[in-house]
Nanobody, 124 residues
Framework: VQLQASGGGLVQAGDSLSLSCAAS????????MGWFRQAPGKERDFVAA????????IYADSVKGRFTISRDKAKNTVYLQMNSLKPEDTAVYYC??????????????????WGQGTQVTVSS
């Protein structure tokens, strides 16, 4: 499974940004997908995840109500719509995939495949 994240950039506080994660490889449509982020000098944290089957989604408390994860199985792409961005959202954002038919989880140790990351910078 190969993952390619894109859509990062420099925005101002309050702006919106949409990230994409293009996936290729075996049966991507049957894998849970997640977004994580790593701010400078900090550990990588969970942001959001979406299931492969019933559309279930989970979010970190810090982004709940502002970020929305979605997926287009026909395009093998997962999106992260980020609204009302704050300076503390500044980080490198990574998309990740779990194994086939797995359940969604916020635990990054359970994600087997990772994209290269895309930088999001929010200025105040």
């Amino acid at each position: 499974v190969q993952l390619q994240a894109s859509g990062g950039g420099l925005v101002q506080a309050g702006d919106s940004l949409s990230l994409s994660c293009a996936a290729s490889g075996r049966s991507v449509a049957y894998r849970p997908m997640g977004w994580f982020r790593q701010a400078p000098g900090k550990e990588r944290d969970f942001v959001a995840a979406i299931s492969w089957n019933d559309g279930s989604k989970i979010y970190a408390d810090s982004v709940k109500g502002r970020f929305t994860i979605s997926r287009d199985k026909a395009k093998n792409t997962v999106y992260l719509q980020m609204n009302s961005l704050k300076p503390e959202d500044t980080a490198v954002y990574y998309c990740a995939s779990r194994d086939l038919y797995s359940s969604i989880t916020l635990s990054q140790e359970n994600y087997a495949y990772w994209g290269q990351g895309t930088q999001v910078t929010v200025s105040s």
